[in-house]
């Protein structure tokens, strides 16, 4: 074997990182060879501990800082290094933006092969702290008492959390109050070993703009004790509360909803605007965690798309209807489509709530539905994408090739298969005119892009 590893497990080497990965580990690389190590940053030295080799690369452990990088601060947050919630604390947020960016510029040339593609710096928050609207905590017991926090990095091990310090201030709170109050009233906790006990997890969700809050109490079996005490004294702790539901998960599973929920006092839904629209959430609807930045995302969207009123447009993965109602305002109609169902019902229940009517939604792939609607004369003058994380389907980008939309706006959360899919449109004819990337996650890895594609004059 003449490629053979230059490091050994439990070996202590000196090292100069060069990178950091998407998961916010820096890279140093001894012979080519790299190796991944947590809470390390670009441009620093130190001697690490190697804990894992394999063939192509292994990770290590940091023992000893020598040389600090000028972008290195202190986390604020107590719990940063057993939490794992957030990879880049110990970055400053004018160092994540830039690592970000980097990311985005990156990709697009390794994979996307989009060398001269315009890259626009990242737009972050002004204060990048505090931005979560909805937090969602699993319920543990300690020497008889209610712990409510995170599951310690790697494990099942519940750790007590009085604050997150990317969570809005209100949710911490209400979490706090919430638990202590079901503890006063002898609700007992989850135990995933043994399956007993009632309550599982506690949610908490703000709207940003309105102030209303709704509490949601997860638990394994209908039954809380003293319900309507509990309850009473749960919507005397904090007069924003407006709704208090109770999910039900009977079943042995890390999955957190179960199929019922009934309100338990108050309304269904809350209400929270993102710009002048309004949106009704439930329970269990999807809403953006970071409405401040998704306002400062879709608006970028709505600029790229241009549209003057005379357009038809199709939101392709469009969740409970976000862009398609933003875009509506300004396009002739709108047809949105998304593959869950109660996604869909709330996007029509939305339009309903702020009067738009030029909007259409369809329940189902895009990639069925799309080429459905391009068969019975739906031409998309503007195509938006926005698709989880493994981006599009094949199909629908050979769909949109086929229907040949002037623009395609593409939203993506995952930089990676944003450069893949450009590739493909680039090869079908469209041309990348820029990419916006946008900080909706401060502290953590995540990355969001919008990109702005044109079909090039001379293809037809
Ligand atoms: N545009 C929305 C949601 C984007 S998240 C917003 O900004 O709020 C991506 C969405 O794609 C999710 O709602 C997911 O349910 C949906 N989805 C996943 N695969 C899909 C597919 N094949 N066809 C349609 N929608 C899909």
């Excluded at 003058?381 to 989880?388: G, Q």
Aim: hydrophobic fraction near 35%; charged fraction near 25%.
């Amino acid at each position: 074997m003449t490629n053979q590893v230059p490091v050994q497990k439990n070996e202590y080497i000196d090292v100069k990182f060069e990178d950091l990965t998407h998961e916010g580990n820096g890279v140093a690389k001894v012979d080519g060879y790299p190796l991944f190590v947590p809470n390390c940053l670009p441009g620093e030295k130190a001697k690490i501990k190697v804990v894992k080799v394999n063939k192509g690369y292994g990770f290590g452990r940091l023992i000893d800082l020598y040389e600090k990088s000028p972008d290195r601060v202190e986390p604020d947050c107590p719990i940063y290094k057993e939490c794992g919630g957030c990879q880049l604390q110990h970055l400053s947020y004018p160092g994540q933006l830039k690592a970000k960016h980097k990311q985005v510029k990156e990709v697009l040339t390794r994979i996307g092969k989009l060398e001269n593609v315009v890259v626009h710096p990242v737009l972050g928050m002004e204060d990048p702290w505090k931005y979560r609207n909805k937090a969602q905590v699993p319920v543990g017991e300690r020497e008889g008492g209610l712990i409510a926090g995170f599951y310690q990095k790697r494990s099942h091990d519940i750790i007590d959390m009085e604050a997150c310090l990317i969570q809005q201030e209100k949710n911490d709170k209400v979490i706090q109050s919430v638990k202590r109050i079901c503890e006063k009233y002898g609700v007992q906790a989850y135990n995933e070993q043994t399956h007993k006990g009632t309550l599982r997890h506690i949610m908490a969700r703000y709207g940003i703009k309105t102030g209303e809050i709704m509490v949601v109490l997860i638990t394994r079996t209908p039954n809380l004790p003293n319900q309507n005490q509990l309850i009473q004294e749960i919507i005397d702790s904090n007069p924003d509360i407006k709704s208090i539901v109770q999910n039900i998960n009977p079943k042995r599973t890390n999955v957190i909803f179960g199929d019922e929920t009934k309100v338990l006092w108050g309304d269904e839904f809350i209400y929270d605007y993102i710009g002048n629209i309004k949106f009704a959430i439930s329970a269990r609807s999807f809403y953006q965690v970071n409405p401040e930045q998704t306002k400062v995302l879709y608006d970028q969207a709505l600029k790229y798309a241009g549209l003057n009123g005379e357009e038809t447009v199709i939101d392709a993965y469009c969740g409970i209807g976000t862009i398609s109602l933003f875009l509506a305002q300004k396009a002739k109609k709108v047809y949105g489509v998304e593959i869950v169902p109660e996604a869909i019902e709330d996007a029509k229940r939305n339009a309903k709530l702020n009067g738009i009517e030029n909007v259409e939604f369809a329940v189902g792939e895009a990639e069925k539905v799309i080429p459905k609607w391009y068969e019975d004369g739906v031409i998309a003058d503007v195509l938006v994408v926005d698709p989880p994380r493994k981006g599009c389907d094949e199909t629908l980008l050979q769909t949109i090739m086929e229907m040949k939309p002037e623009k395609v706006v593409y939203v993506s959360c995952n930089p990676a298969t944003l450069a893949r899919d450009l590739r493909i449109l680039e090869d079908g004819g469209y041309t990348t005119v820029e990419v916006q990337p946008v900080d909706m996650f401060p502290q953590t890895m995540h990355c969001e892009a919008v990109a702005l594609l044109v079909r090039e004059k001379h293809s037809s």
